[in-house]
C-alpha cells in the first residue's frame, strides 16, 4: 500500500544507506546520462566496520523509527538478522556482498545495469591485489537470477524469510568466483 510520506521515506532511507555504506568502508556507483542517475549499486567488502554510534547519528539512522515507525525498525532488524544467517548458509564468506543494484524504470533493459555491474567487478579485482576473490548477493527477484548468471554469478541457495506470514518473501543468493579470471602470481617464464 502506498502511503502518505512513504516515497520521501523511503529515498531518505536509501540516502541514509549510502551514507553509512560510504563512511563503513564501502562503495557506491552511479551511472548517469544526461545529467541523470540511470543505475546504482552499493558493493561492500565482507568485513565492513559496525557502526560507531557518531556514523550512525551522521547519518541519520537514529530517525527510522519516527520515520517510519518503531514496527518497522524492528521488523527490519530480524529480517536483516535472518537474511545474513540464510546468506552465509548458503554461500559461505564473500570477500565481497553486492548489496543492492537499481536501474530508474525507465532506462531498465538497456544495459546500463550490465555496465554499472560489469565496473563493479573490476573494480573488485582492482583492489584484490591478486588474491581470489569471490562476490555474493542476495536477491527477491527470480528474473533476477537470469541476468546474475549472465554475468558469471552461480546459484548457491534459495530461502523463505518470513514465512507463513503475509509479508514472506523468497530469497535467491548467488556467488560470483574471481580466482579463475586473476593473472597468476608471480613472474612468468615463457
Same mark, same amino acid.
Given at each position: 500500500?502506498? &502511503?502518505?510520506?512513504?516515497?520521501?521515506?523511503?529515498?531518505?532511507?536509501?540516502?541514509?544507506?549510502?551514507?553509512?555504506?560510504?563512511?563503513?568502508?564501502?562503495?557506491?556507483? %552511479?551511472?548517469?546520462?544526461?545529467?541523470?542517475?540511470?543505475?546504482?549499486?552499493?558493493?561492500?567488502?565482507?568485513?565492513?566496520?559496525?557502526?560507531?554510534?557518531?556514523?550512525?547519528?551522521?547519518?541519520?539512522?537514529?530517525?527510522?523509527?519516527?520515520?517510519?515507525?518503531? +514496527?518497522?525498525?524492528?521488523?527490519?532488524?530480524?529480517?536483516?538478522?535472518?537474511?545474513?544467517?540464510?546468506?552465509?548458509?548458503?554461500?559461505?564468506?564473500?570477500?565481497?556482498?553486492?548489496?543492492?543494484?537499481?536501474?530508474?524504470?525507465?532506462? &531498465?533493459?538497456?544495459?546500463?545495469?550490465? &555496465?554499472?555491474?560489469?565496473?563493479?567487478?573490476?573494480?573488485?579485482?582492482?583492489?584484490?591485489?591478486?588474491?581470489?576473490? +569471490?562476490? %555474493?548477493? +542476495?536477491? &527477491?527477484?527470480?528474473?533476477?537470477?537470469?541476468?546474475?548468471?549472465?554475468?558469471?554469478?552461480?546459484? +548457491? %541457495?534459495?530461502?523463505?524469510?518470513?514465512?507463513?506470514?503475509?509479508?514472506?518473501?523468497?530469497?535467491?543468493?548467488?556467488?560470483?568466483?574471481?580466482?579463475?579470471?586473476?593473472?597468476?602470481?608471480?613472474?612468468?617464464?615463457?
Amino acid at each position: 500500500k502506498n &502511503q502518505p510520506g512513504q516515497k520521501e521515506c523511503l529515498v531518505w532511507l536509501f540516502r541514509s544507506r549510502i551514507g553509512l555504506m560510504r563512511d563503513l568502508g564501502g562503495y557506491t556507483m %552511479g551511472l548517469f546520462k544526461d545529467d541523470e542517475c540511470v543505475a546504482t549499486l552499493s558493493l561492500g567488502p565482507r568485513a565492513l566496520k559496525i557502526p560507531s554510534f557518531l556514523t550512525m547519528v551522521v547519518n541519520g539512522l537514529f530517525l527510522w523509527p519516527f520515520m517510519l515507525g518503531f +514496527t518497522s525498525l524492528i521488523r527490519a532488524l530480524y529480517i536483516g538478522d535472518r537474511a545474513l544467517k540464510h546468506s552465509l548458509a548458503c554461500h559461505g564468506e564473500s570477500d565481497w556482498e553486492l548489496m543492492m543494484v537499481a536501474a530508474s524504470v525507465k532506462h &531498465q533493459g538497456q544495459g546500463y545495469g550490465t &555496465q554499472l555491474l560489469k565496473s563493479a567487478i573490476e573494480f573488485v579485482k582492482e583492489h584484490g591485489n591478486g588474491n581470489p576473490l +569471490t562476490i %555474493g548477493l +542476495t536477491t &527477491q527477484h527470480e528474473k533476477n537470477v537470469a541476468f546474475y548468471q549472465r554475468l558469471g554469478f552461480h546459484l +548457491t %541457495g534459495e530461502y523463505d524469510l518470513l514465512p507463513g506470514t503475509p509479508d514472506e518473501f523468497h530469497n535467491w543468493t548467488m556467488r560470483l568466483d574471481l580466482a579463475h579470471e586473476l593473472p597468476p602470481k608471480g613472474p612468468q617464464t615463457p
